[in-house]
């Protein structure tokens, strides 16, 4: 995923501060002109729509991993310093909306999904485990009244 910032009014020091919380979910963040942007995703289909983003001043936020957590590492940078905009990002050669790079932000982190999946698949095999249980003492039960009957 990319990530286009408009990081005019930004100094060194929060720049610094973007890159750092970034580094938690190996995203990069990268200052470069526009020009040397195109050269670098012309030809290459995928990137092709983050053309129309490349305007003004911009910070390029590449995300290879934790999506969800480098989205809000940006966001929560632009709720601190109240400085820099989201102009746009590309996911997977889709250009994405500000509305759409929000959700991104709001799904749990890949550790939180992988936590509710294993969950959900423990209770299943508890509930497997319980059934497997409870046929031999079903059976057992059954044999039981059966023989207080044929006593009786």
């Known amino acids: ?21 970034l580094q938690t979910t190996n995203g990069i963040c990268k200052v470069t002109k526009n020009s040397l942007m195109r050269k670098a995703i012309d030809g290459d289909s995928n990137w092709n729509d983050l053309e129309s983003l490349l305007t003004g001043t911009n910070a390029f936020v590449l995300i290879k991993e934790d999506v969800g957590g480098a989205v ?6 632009q709720k601190d310093t109240k400085k820099s905009e989201t102009k746009g990002a590309l996911f997977e050669g889709r250009l994405l909306r500000d509305s759409e790079i929000k959700e991104i932000a709001s799904l749990p982190s890949k550790e939180v999904l992988m936590a509710k999946i294993a969950g959900a698949l423990n209770g299943v095999a508890t509930k497997i485990a319980i059934s497997i249980n409870e046929v031999p003492s079903g059976l057992a039960r059954s044999l039981k009244q059966h023989s207080e009957k044929s006593e009786s």
Do not use: N, P
Not at 7 to 15: D, R, V
Not at 72 to 77: D, L, N, P, R, T
């Open 1 to 21: 995923m990319a990530v286009v910032l408009d990081y005019k009014g930004l100094t060194i020091k929060e720049m610094s501060d973007l890159r750092s919380r």
């Open 72 to 77: 809000k590492a940006i966001q929560s940078f």
